[in-house]
């Protein structure tokens, strides 16, 4: 009966157009996930800055996931100077540098992960708050490294003051680390733009309600997900709600970014790595 199947030729066409669809699927995955970043922008405003000031630009990236065979330190290397060439004035980076999937060609040492983020130049430095993939494979390695360089301010429930930003940094939620209580303390006396970083989007509703903006990942817009939008998993409690972009609640921003990287396998489809450029501007009370 196979044979027989086989020898039609209307099941030859469909088995033909069939093997066409899969082909044309995996060059558009990976082409998905081996792109350069899309420059995402995004305009708001803060009372915090003075009237008449110049706005101030954050460079915001997440979920950087260095590990073969889609995201080799040379990548990222091209990418930091993507970033660099916007010029911003703070650089926001919240978590998940490496990628310990099982399906990675090749899993980097924390000295090869972090030493390409020693390159970043923006006026007021480089914010960043762990993930966690950046716990379950070896924060203190991690973290040693970035102490590294003095440019890189790591925020673990601490807060900063980075120019005009008051930077509030949580550890990671997903693994039960974040402590919104002793970081809105930590924020206590710090003046300007009040900033928030966090890995998972789904601290958003709990954050104090003066918070300007709101940086998250964890999520990756899905990574791979449906061509008419949504995926078939949000790592979100909140489903949708605030898995991918722009999300205002109660007068806060979030901005929940695709990321750079990948996590479980190494492919996007759908969605595409992201750099989000966010300019904050003066606005009356």
């Given at each position: 009966?196979l044979?027989?199947?086989l020898?039609?030729k209307?099941?030859k066409?469909?088995l033909?157009a069939?093997v066409i669809?899969?082909v044309?699927?995996c060059?558009?995955a990976?082409r998905d996930t081996m792109?350069?970043p899309v ?7 803060s009372?915090?800055?003075p009237?008449?000031?110049?706005p101030v630009?954050i460079?915001f990236?997440?979920d ?13 290397e091209r990418?930091?100077?993507q970033?660099?060439?916007?010029e911003?004035?703070l ?6 540098l490496?990628?310990?999937?099982m ?6 040492t ?13 006026r007021?430095g480089?914010?960043f708050?762990?993930g ?7 924060w ?6 970035l ?10 429930n601490?807060?900063a003051?980075m120019?005009?930003?008051a ?11 974040a402590n ?8 206590q006396g710090?003046s300007?733009?009040?900033l ?9 509703p709990?954050?104090?309600t003066?918070?300007?903006?709101v940086?998250?990942g964890?999520?990756?817009c899905?990574q ?5 939008g949504?995926s078939p998993?949000t790592?979100?409690?909140?489903g949708?709600e605030?898995a991918?972009?722009v999300?205002?609640?109660?007068g806060?921003?979030?901005?929940t970014?695709a990321?750079?990287?990948t996590s479980l396998?190494?492919v996007?489809?759908?969605t595409?790595?992201?750099i989000w450029?966010?300019e904050?501007r003066s606005?009356?009370?």
């Open positions: 009966m044979r027989a199947l020898r039609n209307w099941v066409i469909a033909a069939g669809c899969a044309l699927l060059v558009k990976w792109r350069d420059i995402q922008r995004l305009t708001i405003g009372t915090a800055l009237r008449g000031s110049a630009t460079a990236l997440t950087i996931h260095v590990a073969g065979p889609d995201m080799p330190p040379p990548r990222l990418i930091i100077a970033v660099n060439a916007l911003p004035d650089i926001a980076i919240t978590g998940d490496v990628s310990e999937k399906t990675a060609t090749k899993i980097y924390p000295e090869e992960i972090v030493a390409p983020l020693a390159d970043l130049r923006a007021y480089v914010a708050v762990p966690n993939h950046d716990h379950w494979y070896d203190p390695g991690l973290a040693a490294q102490a590294r360089y003095p440019t890189i301010t790591v925020l673990e601490e807060a003051q120019g005009p930003f930077v509030g940094g949580l550890d990671d939620d997903f693994t039960g680390r919104i209580e002793a970081t809105t303390a930590a924020m710090l300007g733009i009040r928030w970083l966090s890995h998972s989007p789904d601290v958003f709990s954050l104090p003066n918070a300007d903006l940086l998250s964890h999520t990756h899905g791979i997900a449906y061509p008419w949504g998993a790592m979100s409690d909140y949708e605030y991918c972009g999300s205002e609640l109660h806060k921003t979030l901005v970014g990321g750079l990287g396998l190494p996007r489809l759908f595409q790595p992201e450029v966010i904050v606005e009356r009370r």
